[in-house]
């Protein structure tokens, strides 16, 4: 039993290990074509091709893992049974569930690997890629900087800040218009400062010009005061924007880190970050997807069977394949419009293809 069941795992590891390199090359050639008039218009260097390329390493693996398990699983199989082996275990009365185990088990290995880079080493991958594209070949300035300009924020009062420039360095902000308005989103009091200041915990306004208004129109007050203390309960990390998507970002589920802190950092502003909890369980349920669709894919190559098996078994892992990304995007989109609840929607992929493959493991087991 232990000499087939390493019978079967070596043979499906090879399969995995070719689909990924497969993939991979397929992708960087994909992605040189892509950027080749570029490196050519700003005279990129073979060392600086190659180094940009690598950094996607990640990214491609952990697109096509799924896919490269649903290949492995199918052509693994589905070459056991044209063979008549499966049918020789059968006959000796070994469940074929029970021979694909440490296939499943090694299913789970890789769901834990894609969880790890989908964590760490793909957010690195997708800053490193925009940092050498953006700055290094275009010589662009770097987006992350410590002066912002023209930002916009509201607070969970309703007070609406434009900020001309702001200085993280020095806790800063420079030319600051505020709004206060009221439920009907009328301006009741407007405040223009020259700076505005985190000091010891506190924000205070240096130089400002308070206006007071009826109805947003008619002025009823105007005043000058040099130094004005205010009670808004946001820090200055709070007004940055943040520049990466959720897909960028770093997540370590023990402590909260990039992609939790801006969860957190909307709920303070009475905002449901609704777009960051869908990427935070997309970071979980896509890493499962290798289980999900060997589940499906098993049941399929063991009834395929026929002179085009092949082929049919190369289409069949197409059409899975898609079928899988498409429903993860509109998961994700009916989770980002509300539709759907931010876990819900992460996990509609997984629930739909799982339910697929109980009922083809069903139809197998009669």
Same mark, same amino acid.
């Given at each position: 039993?232990?000499?087939?069941?390493k019978?079967?795992?070596?043979?499906?590891?090879?399969s995995?290990a070719?689909?990924?390199?497969l993939?991979?090359?397929l992708?960087?050639?994909?992605?040189?074509?892509?950027?080749l008039?570029?490196? =050519?218009?700003y005279?990129?260097?073979? $060392?600086? /091709?190659?180094?940009?390329?690598r950094?996607?390493v990640?990214m491609?693996? +952990?697109?096509?893992?799924?896919v490269?398990v649903?290949?492995?699983?199918?052509?693994?199989?589905?070459?056991?049974?044209r063979?008549?082996? /499966?049918?020789?275990?059968?006959?000796?009365g070994?469940?074929v569930?029970?021979?694909?185990?440490?296939v499943?088990?090694?299913?789970?290995?890789?769901? /834990?690997?894609?969880?790890i880079?989908?964590?760490?080493?793909?957010?690195w991958?997708?800053?490193?890629? +925009?940092y050498? +594209?953006?700055?290094?070949?275009? *010589?662009?300035?770097?987006?992350?900087g410590?002066?912002?300009?023209?930002?916009?924020y509201?607070?969970?009062? @309703?007070?609406?800040?434009?900020?001309r420039?702001?200085?993280?360095?020095?806790?800063a902000?420079?030319?600051?218009? =505020?709004?206060?308005?009221?439920?009907?989103?009328? !301006? $009741?009091?407007?405040?223009r400062?020259?700076?505005m200041?985190?000091?010891k915990?506190?924000?205070?306004?240096r130089?400002?010009?308070?206006?007071?208004?009826?109805?947003? +129109?008619e /002025?009823?007050s105007?005043?000058?005061?040099?130094?004005?203390?205010?009670?808004f309960?946001f820090t200055?990390?709070?007004?940055?924007?943040v520049?990466?998507?959720?897909? $960028?970002?770093?997540?370590?589920?023990?402590?909260?880190?990039?992609?939790? =802190?801006?969860?957190?950092?909307?709920a303070?502003? @009475?905002?449901?970050?609704?777009?960051?909890?869908?990427?935070?369980?997309?970071?979980?349920?896509?890493?499962?997807?290798?289980l999900?669709?060997?589940?499906?894919?098993? !049941?399929?190559?063991?009834?395929?069977?026929?002179?085009?098996?092949?082929?049919r078994?190369?289409?069949?892992?197409?059409?899975?394949?898609f079928?899988?990304? =498409?429903?993860?995007?509109? *998961?994700?989109v009916l989770? &980002?419009?509300r539709?759907? &609840?931010?876990?819900?929607?992460?996990?509609?992929?997984?629930?739909?293809?799982?339910? *697929? *493959?109980f009922?083809?493991?069903?139809?197998?087991l009669?």
């Open positions: 039993m232990k000499t087939l069941n019978y079967i795992l070596a043979e499906f590891l090879k995995v070719f689909c990924l390199l993939f991979c090359v992708f960087m050639i994909s992605e040189f074509l892509f950027r008039h570029e490196f =050519i218009a005279k990129a260097n073979v $060392e600086f /091709i190659a180094l940009y390329l950094v996607h990640p491609w693996i +952990r697109d096509t893992m799924p490269a649903l290949m492995a699983t199918v052509f693994t199989l589905n070459k056991f049974v063979s008549g082996e /499966i049918t020789a275990v059968k006959s000796c070994i469940d569930f029970v021979l694909l185990l440490p499943f088990l090694a299913a789970f290995l890789f769901s /834990i690997f894609v969880f880079l989908n964590t760490k080493a793909v957010p991958s997708f800053r490193s890629s +925009r050498l +594209r953006e700055t290094v070949l275009y *010589g662009r300035q770097p987006l992350s410590i002066r912002n300009k023209n930002l916009e509201t607070d969970r009062q @309703g007070r609406q800040f434009l900020i420039e702001f200085d993280l360095s020095v806790n902000a420079f030319d600051v218009t =505020i709004d206060y308005l009221n439920e009907k989103h009328i !301006p $009741e009091m407007q405040v400062a020259e700076k200041l985190f000091e915990g506190a924000w205070v306004l130089n400002a010009v308070v206006t007071k208004f009826m109805e947003g +129109r /002025i009823l105007q005043k000058k005061e040099k130094s004005m203390p205010c009670d309960d200055p990390e709070d007004i940055l924007p520049g990466n998507a959720p897909d $960028e970002m770093s997540m370590d589920e023990m402590s909260g880190t990039e992609l939790n =802190i801006r969860i957190k950092k909307s303070r502003r @009475g905002i449901k970050a609704v777009r960051e909890l869908v990427a935070y369980h997309i970071r979980f349920s896509y890493a499962f997807s290798n999900v669709v060997m589940f499906i894919g098993i !049941p399929f190559a063991l009834g395929l069977s026929g002179r085009y098996a092949k082929v078994g190369v289409a069949w892992v197409i059409v899975v394949s079928t899988y990304w =498409i429903l993860i995007s509109l *998961g994700r989770g &980002e419009a539709i759907l &609840e931010p876990f819900i929607a992460a996990w509609l992929a997984n629930i739909i293809f799982l339910s *697929g *493959g009922y083809l493991f069903s139809k197998t009669r």
